[in-house]
């Protein structure tokens, strides 16, 4: 069974719809028990960088995040939910953090978040774009896939960059370390090619 981590902040449905297309058992949840008990993870998001920590905080979910992404068993961070793996986020340092110029986030991959800085480009990204330079096991280079944001994740280690897409600048769109996956775009919205990665990531479970 794989778990959507429920936090008040994600696309939950279209998540699980996805999965169940692919014939994959998943159940949405903010039950750490249920999290901890999964075969794996998804950790969704829609919206702010800073609301969402708060809520995985005030929910106790912040912890069994951090457990289940370092205890080996496959862990998918899509959008938000890959931003909110790294150190911190430029977004929302008017709320105040604990980082002073950067929101603290779960420190699961070493990284920093930062808002496109573009005067030729829209911003947020809206659209459809392609996957360039992949590394990662479950991207395939050239596929054309949905994104949905205005800040993007600078790695520290480059060895945990797994994909990259151009909007303005080259930037990491796609995280791989040991077990834990992340997606800057949404691939429950890419159709073909963000199923054939959402099968990739889920086969692990099983």
Partial sequence: MIAIIDYGMGNLASVAKALKYLNYDSVITSD??????????????VGAFAPAMENLRSKGLDSVIIDSAFSGKPFLGICLGMQLLMDGSKEGVNLGSAMGDYVTGLGIIPGRVRRFETTDLKVPQIGWNKLVDCKGSILTEGDYVYFVH???????????????AEYGIKYCCALEHDNVFATQFHPEKSGEAGLQILNKFAMRTR
């Fill in 32 to 45: 750490p028990k249920v999290i901890s008990a999964s075969s794996g993870v998804i950790l969704p998001g």
């Fill in 150 to 164: 205005s800040y993007y994740c600078i790695p520290e280690h480059q060895d945990d960059a797994a994909g990259y």
